[in-house]
Each structure stands twice: as C-alpha cells, then as structure tokens.
C-alpha cells in the first residue's frame, strides 16, 4: 500500500460525499454520487477485496447511477431543499 | 432544526468512529476472525469444493443461505418498485413521429395514431428525442460484447472476481444501455415486460430449486454435494457445479429486476414514453 494514494482517494472520497449532500443540482448530486462509488471502489481494490471493488463499481456506480439519472430526468432538477 | 440535525449527525458519526476503536486493526493475525473463521476457509476451501476463488465458495456454499435471502431482497425491490410506480397506460395528449427522409416531425392527438409498422415514420418522444446516428451505431456494436462480458464473469465467477450479482447487474445494463440509446419503447421490444417478471422469478426459483433438490436428495438444504450422483461426478465437483447453477439463477434475477426497476422509473410506470 501507498500511503499518499490512499491519502488523495480517501480524500476524494469525502469531498465528494460532502458534494453530493451540499450540492442543489440533482443531476450533479446523482453524477457525484456515481464518483464516489468509483473512488470507492478504487479503494476497495487497493485494500485487495477484488470482488466487493467490482460489485461497488458495477452497481455504485454504473447501474445506481443510471437510475438516479432517470428518477431525476422525471422530477425537477433544482432542489429547494 | 437544521443546527440541531447537524449536531445529531455529527453526535453519531463520533460514537461510530469511536466504537470503530475497539475494533481490531487492519489485517491483524491476532483477531478473531483471522484465528478460526479465516484459516478455515483458507485451508479447506479449495478441498472441499474445488472452486479456486474463495469469495465465491464463501458465498454461494459455505454461506448460502445469505445469498439466497440476498436474491429475495433484490426480487422483492424489483416487486416493489413494480407495484408503487405502475399504472395503467392511458393514451398520450398527443403523439409525434418523425418522418425519416425529411426530419420532419408530425404531431397527432389525442387518439390518433400512425400504423405501427409505418417504414416512413418513426414514433418518438414527446419530451425527449434521442436521434443521434453516432451513439446509437456505437452502442450497438459494443453492447453484444457487454453482454459477452458478463456471460464471461458468471461463468468464471470459480476462479476471478466476479459472480452471478456482478455479470447480472452488467447484463441489466446492456438492455438498459439499448433502451437509453434507441427508446424505451426499443428496449421493452426486445425485453417485454412480462418477460421481465417471469425471468425475475425464474432466478429465484432456480436458486430455491437447487437448494430443495438437495433435500428432496436426503441431504441439508443447499448442500450441493447431495447433487453428485444426479450429476454424475464426485461430491467436490458437484459442490462446484452447485455453485454455478446458483450463480446463474442469480444473475437472471438481477439482470431482470435492474431493467424492471429502470423501465418502471424512467416511463413513470407507464412503460410507453421514457428516457
């Protein structure tokens, strides 16, 4: 393992959490929930659990995506939340 | 009530950190999990059932029950979103066709409606009109070998990561791929919705299947080596035969249950106009 790839992915991983949360875009939110699934992912690869790294980008952040995607394109984009 | 939100999320993000503590470190030979549960599976895993990829082994057999009630909650998700978003079709304020040499695009109401087979027109969408000859030619070529690919990870799932919940969720988004680059309505020509239900079923049935023959075969519920003199190989492979059948009822399952959930949100339950 090294430690400064961790430190920038797990880095990133938080910025966009917190992005994704803050964020008043719905569409943007979806679009960096589907970026942290990756960083995760590439997270869980470097910790060696393969498999789990490959559901987490199969379904976090390819197929939860897409439906995030289609449940916002059939609401407004803009939260007011 | 903002503030006081805040202060509980950050009040239990601090208890979990906190119980995190106690947990044992990182690959550390001394815990619990790595002085007896690990070493067992390490050591007989490949002995007892021939599967190299102990992930897989762990899942489908040691672990089968896990899995199994796993592909109940993946059905039952694809149920539900069945049953809260569909609605019956009425028909659309209007419809619009394009008309294919000129662009052309011609609006009918209510009611009205151009033959189906029409080789002029083509019907589209009201609020979103994908026509792009590049995407859709590209997807097309690629998605046969998407499809491929996720044949290759169940199949393989033995001896690479991968299984039957990955390749299925790859197949869903082949077909949701198709329907995202053509339209909804090309998507559910190829995957009817009724299809779609029956294969949902199909996967857990065939996975609840294989664990009650192993009954019916004097054994315990998933206990693929019962399964040997039907197959006609030795108990170990049989365990490794088991697991594949498992695998791919899992991936029918989550392969239909991804593009059910997807059709039903995109089209409002109405599964005719969608993204």
């Known amino acids: 393992m090294i430690w400064q790839f961790d430190l920038i992915i797990l880095s990133l991983v938080v910025i966009c959490a917190v992005a994704a949360i803050s964020v008043k875009d719905l569409l943007g939110a979806a679009i960096l929930f589907g970026a942290y699934s990756f960083m995760m992912c590439l997270l869980w690869a470097v910790m060696g659990a393969v498999d789990v790294a490959f559901t987490e980008a199969s379904v976090g952040a390819g197929v939860s995506t897409v439906l995030f995607v289609a449940a916002v394109f059939r609401t407004t984009r803009r939260t007011t939340d | ?275």
């Open chain 2, 1 to 275: 009530m903002k503030t006081a939100g805040v202060i509980i999320v950050f009040l239990f993000g601090g208890l979990l950190v906190y119980g995190t503590l106690d947990f044992p470190d990182w690959g550390d030979p001394d815990a619990p999990a790595s002085r007896h549960v690990s070493p067992r599976y390490i050591e007989k895993s490949l002995e007892e059932t021939s599967v190299p990829n102990m992930v897989t082994a762990v899942l489908a057999d040691f672990r089968g029950f896990d899995t199994l009630f796993e592909t109940v909650v993946i059905f039952s998700a694809g149920l539900s979103c069945f049953f809260l978003l569909r609605t019956k079709r009425k028909a659309p304020e209007a419809r619009f066709y394009r008309h294919l040499p000129t662009g052309i695009v011609l609006r009918i109401e209510k009611g009205g409606r151009l033959p189906e087979g029409s080789v002029e027109f083509e019907r589209i969408d009201s609020i979103w009109v994908p026509h792009d000859l590049i995407i859709r030619a590209t997807c097309r070529l690629l998605i046969p070998f998407i499809q491929l690919f996720a044949l290759y990870v169940i199949a393989h799932g033995h001896h690479s990561p991968g299984g039957g919940f990955q390749g299925g969720v790859i197949f869903g988004a082949a077909f949701i791929l198709y329907a995202v680059t053509h339209d909804l309505r090309d998507g559910l020509h190829r995957l009817g919705e009724k299809i779609t239900i029956v294969l949902c079923s199909l996967g857990v049935f065939i996975y609840a299947g294989v664990g009650a023959l192993c009954l019916f075969l004097e054994s315990n519920f998933l206990d693929y080596a019962a399964l040997a003199p039907v197959l006609g190989v030795d108990p170990v492979t049989a365990r490794s035969h088991g697991i594949l059948f498992v695998e791919i009822g899992v991936g029918i399952a989550v392969m239909a249950v991804m593009f059910a959930i997807y059709t039903n949100l995109s089209s409002v339950g109405k599964q005719d106009e969608g993204l």
